[in-house]
């Protein structure tokens, strides 16, 4: 299945994480982005099921549209389930992206529902204080290109 994690400036700078799944990407608004250091957890609220087509778009949506602002792919490639599930409030996958890999996890956190954090496992792909590169892996633009 495949995942894409877009930077986008609507209101607020934000990294939309997206994970597909019956055949809509579900997806969360992570405001610092994903780390990949197994110590930093990272809030991601739950927001609205996507269409995979989005998957694919960078570029601008245009004022007064949803989401108005400036997108870029920042990574895509594939996951896969290794435990739990989204139901359950705690999901653990695998991500093999041009950025991210290796496993993570996406639990559910404190009293509102849309309220997850996503950490890094400890493994051979986590690199506390690594700087991820902020370019598109599509077009390898910066998101200040688009603005």
């Known amino acids: 299945m495949k995942f894409v994690v877009q930077e986008h400036h609507a209101t607020s700078r934000h990294y939309d994480f997206r994970l597909e799944q019956d055949g809509v990407f579900k997806s969360w608004a992570v405001p610092r982005g994903p780390s990949l250091d197994p ?36 990574d895509r490639g594939t996951w896969e389930r290794v435990s739990g599930s989204l139901d359950e409030g705690h999901l653990s996958f695998r991500l093999s992206g041009e950025k991210l890999a290796g496993g993570w996890t996406l639990r559910r956190w404190g009293d509102d529902p849309r309220r997850w954090l996503l950490i890094k496992k400890r493994d051979d792909a986590a690199a506390p204080g690594r700087e991820l590169p902020p370019e598109s892996v599509v077009s390898g633009r910066r998101i200040e290109e688009l603005l």
């Not at 601008?60 to 997108?71: D, H, L, M, N, T």
Request: proline share 8%; no cysteine.
């Open 39 to 74: 110590a930093d957890k990272r809030l991601a609220m739950e927001v609205e099921d996507h269409p995979l087509s989005w998957g694919d778009f960078e570029g601008v949506i245009p004022e007064r549209s949803y989401g108005a602002g400036p997108v870029i792919v920042w």
